[in-house]
């Protein structure tokens, strides 16, 4: 017998709207509301950016403002992403029965099938690439982004149907040289001479896709109260420029600590599928750890996860052995949960760090 989930056409929202009204859904779901689905599109383009990166590299801040995009910071990690009326959106949170098991890459195709699904009625082949990405021959065409709270998934996630490419990477300032710079695509590319399916047939083609895939029978309904109220306090914190610039201000906090006086600063990164994880570090006298920052995308590591990391980092005594049992105690005695990111990354992460610091690597 199908599971009944809740349908939610949220229509047309804004850059604030599209990041705090999720965070009030996963607030109603874990209070005891259904699974639920919601599709918007959205009212005007804006970039969002993920839970630990940092704004002024991945978003053109001139360019935005000279346009009226807005730049707002989500609670999902993963890369900035600009949206325009141009994508169809939607979002599940769902409570998980169990625990996700290995890298995230199952979850992600699990709850992208049906999108895939819907694009084949419309005779668009479409395919998933690990981790969260759609792509069309070479081309990215969608994707999506996730966060797991209390159990609870939220996941988000976009199909380009008439987006701008010029446009997008403008905002994100993304030059020809620029390691993102990879082509992009939309289903009107696939409809030369007509317009692409309007986002009520995409919306159709979508609940047929989430019934026959998922055993998923919907009903129509509305955001409590409760649930509005969750948004409205999300939405006040997103749309300050503490919250949006935070990760910016820490690491430039750190960054700008004097390299003198058994003061030095240390950079390095470890990237992997599913993984990216940039570290600067502040050593003094050559022993202790006194501040560290670690940001990136690391896939579905919990909300406070990167802080807990830190904290436990944070005046450690500088060496492999003391590192690697301070990390694996937040994994195996207060099950720090990130399947995308294991213990493994951070041990290597800050391994390389420290091996980088021997005499005459600096």
Not at 23 to 45: F, I, R, S
Not at 122 to 146: C, K
Not at 193 to 198: D, M, V
Not at 290 to 295: K, N, P, V
Request: glycine share 8%; hydrophobic share 40%.
């Amino acid at each position: 017998m199908p599971s009944t989930w809740r349908f939610l056409d949220l229509g047309r929202l804004s850059a604030l709207d599209a990041v705090s009204i999720p965070e009030g859904m996963v607030a109603g779901v874990t209070a005891g509301e259904p699974d639920t689905l919601a599709v918007y599109v959205p009212t005007k383009p804006f970039v969002t950016v993920g839970r630990e990166e940092q704004v002024r590299q991945a978003v053109d801040l001139d360019y935005c403002a000279a346009h009226d995009i807005p730049v707002v910071r989500r609670t999902t990690n993963g890369d900035a992403l600009y949206t325009d009326e141009g994508q169809f959106n939607f979002v599940i949170v769902h409570r998980l029965s169990g625990a996700p098991h290995g890298d995230g890459v199952a979850l992600f195709e699990t709850w992208l099938q049906p999108l895939i699904d819907a694009c084949r009625e419309f005779e668009v082949e479409i395919r998933f690439q690990p981790y969260n990405r759609l792509v069309r021959s070479n081309y990215d065409i969608g994707g999506a982004h996730a966060l797991i709270r209390d159990g609870v998934l939220l996941l988000s996630a976009y199909l380009s149907v008439n987006a701008s490419e010029s446009m997008a990477k403008a905002a994100l300032g993304i030059t020809k040289d620029d390691p993102r710079n990879r082509a992009l695509t939309s289903l009107r590319h696939e409809y030369e001479g007509h317009a692409p399916p309007e986002p009520l047939e995409i919306r159709r083609a979508l609940g047929r896709a989430f019934h026959k895939g998922k055993e998923i029978a919907f009903e129509e309904g509305s955001l409590t109260t409760p649930e509005m109220l969750a948004a409205a306090e999300a939405r006040n914190r997103f749309e300050s420029d503490a919250w949006t610039f935070e990760v910016d201000e820490a690491a430039a906090k750190v960054a700008a600590t004097p390299e003198g006086k058994g003061i030095r600063v240390w950079h390095n990164q470890r990237r992997n599928e599913g993984c990216a994880l940039d570290l600067t570090m502040v050593t003094e006298g050559g022993h202790t750890i006194r501040d560290i920052a670690i940001t990136g995308n690391a896939l579905f590591l919990q909300e406070d996860g990167m802080q807990q990391v830190v904290g436990c980092l944070r005046d450690c005594y500088l060496n492999p052995p003391t590192v690697g049992e301070r990390i694996l105690d937040l994994y195996d005695l207060h099950q720090l949960v990130s399947p995308g990111t294991n213990a493994a990354d951070f041990l290597i992460l800050i391994g390389d760090t420290i091996d980088k610091m021997a005499p005459g690597r600096h």
